[in-house]
């Protein structure tokens, strides 16, 4: 499985940008993620999807600003990211793994534990 980030780059506060992670590969893989790091730092999940029916989880610090998607068609998953604020500043890892059921997918917020990682994109946003 191959994943490629693209989207980032540098906002104020407030303002939004839209990543983008295509997939590519043929390993089942059934729930995506998005995670992010500051150095150092330990790496953060931030939203996951599961592919099987589509249910989301977010972080509690981007609840209600984040928005992770998926376009099947387009082997490529989302996040859109708005009211952005300073800390949201950080590299951003599109991530992937196989999982049984939507619960374990959701796991993956508290734990980023995948299997397939894309080489980040960084987000910067300025006051």
């Known amino acids: 499985v191959q994943l490629v980030e693209s989207g980032g780059g540098s906002v104020q506060a407030g303002g939004s940008l839209r990543l983008s992670c295509a997939v590519s590969?043929?390993?089942?893989?059934?729930?995506l993620g998005w995670t992010r790091q500051v150095p150092g730092k330990e790496r953060e999940g931030v939203a996951v999807?599961?592919?099987?029916?589509?249910?989301?989880f977010y972080a509690d610090s981007v609840k209600g600003r984040f928005t992770i998607s998926q376009d099947n068609a387009k082997n490529t998953v989302y996040l859109q990211m708005d009211s952005l604020k300073p800390e949201d500043t950080a590299m951003y890892y599109c991530?992937?793994?196989?999982?049984?059921?939507?619960?374990?997918?959701?796991?993956?917020?508290?734990?980023?534990?995948?299997?397939?990682w894309g080489q980040g994109t960084q987000v910067t946003v300025s006051s």
């Open positions: 991530a992937a793994v196989a999982v049984s059921y939507a619960g374990n997918c959701a796991s993956r917020v508290l734990k980023p534990d995948f299997d397939y």
């Open positions: 590969g043929y390993r089942f893989r059934n729930c």
């Open positions: 999807i599961y592919t099987g029916g589509g249910s989301t």
